[in-house]
C-alpha cells in the first residue's frame, strides 16, 4: 500500500492539501474536467458528480468503524507500507498504519509526492517484487 490513510482527511493529511481539498470546487476545476473527459469513457459532464463524491469521500472517509489501527492489528499477512516522503498524507499517519500492521514493513520513498509508484516505478517495482518473492 501506499499513500494510504486510515481517517478522513483532516486527521490523515497535511493542514495545506485538506484546505486544497476544502477550498476544491469541482464546478469550477476545467483542469479537472478536461483531464476527466480524456481518461474516462464516460463525458467530461460526469466529472461534476464523481468529484463531489470524491471530495465527501475525503473529509469524511473512513469512519473508525470501517478502518482503524484496532481492524489493522488483525491484519496477519505481510503488508509493504510505503509513502513519499513529501506525501500528503502526514509522515505520523503512515508510521501509525506501518505500527498497526503485525507483519508490516515500512519504506519512506525519498524525493516523491504522493504518487509514489508514478514518480519512481523504475526502482519501486523491482523493490516491490522482492518483497513478494519473500513471502
Do not use: C
Not at 476544502?22 to 473527459?37: F, I
Not at 469513457?41 to 465527501?56: I, N, T
Not at 472517509?61 to 516522503?85: F, N, Y
Not at 508490516?104 to 513478494?132: C, K, M, Q, Y
Amino acid at each position: 500500500m501506499t499513500g494510504a490513510n486510515i481517517t478522513p482527511a483532516a486527521d490523515s493529511d497535511t493542514p495545506e492539501v485538506l484546505a486544497e481539498i476544502q477550498a476544491w470546487n469541482p464546478r469550477e476545476d476545467k483542469e479537472g474536467q478536461a483531464r476527466y473527459g480524456r481518461l474516462f469513457a464516460d463525458s467530461a459532464a460526469h466529472f461534476v458528480a464523481f468529484a463531489d463524491k470524491l471530495k465527501q469521500l475525503w473529509l469524511t472517509r473512513p469512519t473508525p468503524e470501517e478502518l482503524s489501527p484496532d481492524i489493522l492489528k488483525q491484519i496477519q499477512v505481510p503488508t509493504l507500507v510505503m509513502a513519499g516522503d513529501h506525501d500528503v498524507i502526514r509522515l505520523e499517519h503512515t508510521i501509525g498504519i506501518f505500527r498497526s500492521l503485525p507483519k508490516a514493513r515500512l519504506l519512506i520513498v525519498p524525493s516523491s509526492p504522493h504518487n509514489t509508484l508514478g514518480e519512481h516505478a523504475d526502482w519501486l517495482n523491482p523493490l516491490i517484487a522482492s518483497f513478494f518473492a519473500e513471502q
